[in-house]
């Protein structure tokens, strides 16, 4: 599957390697394995015993090594390809679904399987302003920033978890290169923001102190999560706390900036299909929107509170009521409800465009 960049095989090719497994198989037993057995069981001839080992360690281990080797190079190309940006013609992604006239979409798409699992946005390039890692304790805070070029720049905190991390900090890395924006982010795994009597433990550990970090010393924007999906329906609701959350934001004068979830699935929408037509930019699974998120955004409601905003991503997700999970040549998902890094970084410059007229930039 690595050799050929699939993420499964059909009839044609299990049926192949199940009978060079055989094939092997019986070559190693009868040249191996049975020499082995029928020549040092007496244990005086020690030389043969020896070149038993050795072979066998030999046979074994070579392949393994070589096998090895070129899947490392394979996975570190497919990951180069995977998060090397956007305008790779043959790899559009999200911005297929703006583009007009007719399109090739026959190359493979990405992330390859041997990179899917390492397609996640990594951490913003610097560590956390001095002093902040302390105040996160034993908690799993993934604290990073990065500065602005020229003192006094507008300050973004992303606030969330790992959906947050693949959806909305590459839209913030995008504003920041456009507008010399100064960036800094407190994640946490399964953690979303919200007020801390809404959440236990590390959650709860990791919310106070943000809260009493942007209390302290307000930024200008706060990106978050507003909206959690539910696998496999259509209950999407508000994340817990985020509504008072908001109104404490706002209070504070600091413009905050929501994005909606993304569709989750009962299933690996990574593996559920790599087939897609070659003129048009959808394939892979597809299901139906409105068994997967709520008919209206759960977020229109917060449109209430001074400053607070909503994107809704979906349309770059999700066409005419229908969900794809491959999009100009790029799989959406890496796993059952996280969007791919390499789709990611596609979605992020149409994202910041809807961003910036909130922002005045």
Known sequence: MAQFDRARLGLRGGTILIAASLAFAWFMTRFVDQPA????????????????????????????????????????????AALGGTGDPD?????????????????????????????????????????????????????????????????????GDSHIEQMITPVALTLASRHDLDLSQYLMGGCSFGQPEYYDGECRIRNEVVLDLLAEDPPDVV???????????????????????????SSLGIIVIGFRDNPRSTKDLYECSSERPSGTPFGGCSFPQDTHLARID????????????????TDLYCVDGEC??????????????????????????????????????
């Open 324 to 361: 794809y999970t491959i999009i100009g040549n790029i799989f959406v998902y890496l796993d059952d409800n996280h969007i791919s890094g390499p789709y990611a970084l596609t979605m992020a410059p149409i994202l910041a465009d809807r961003v910036e007229p909130l922002l005045g930039l």
């Open 37 to 80: 057995q029928r020549y040092p069981r007496t244990g005086r001839i020690v030389l043969k015993k020896t070149m038993v080992v050795l072979v066998s360690l030999a046979v074994g281990l070579v392949p393994l090594v070589s096998t090895d080797i070129v899947l490392d190079r394979r996975r570190a190309a497919q990951l180069s």
């Open 223 to 249: 990106m978050l999560s507003t909206t959690a999906a539910v696998p496999g329906s259509p209950d999407e609701a508000l994340r817990p706390g985020v509504r008072e959350l908001a109104e404490q934001l």
């Open 298 to 313: 759960p977020a229109v409601e917060l449109l209430m509170i001074p400053q607070f905003h909503q994107i809704d991503p």
């Open 91 to 159: 790899h559009p992604g999200a911005a297929a679904i703006l583009s007009q006239g007719p399109q090739d979409f026959s190359a493979e798409p990405i992330p390859g399987p041997l990179a899917v699992g390492e397609s996640w946005i990594p951490d913003l390039p610097a560590p956390c302003p001095p002093g902040q890692q302390e105040l996160f304790g034993e908690t799993e805070t993934l604290c990073s920033s990065m500065p602005a070029s020229n003192a006094g720049r507008p300050r973004i905190v992303i606030v």
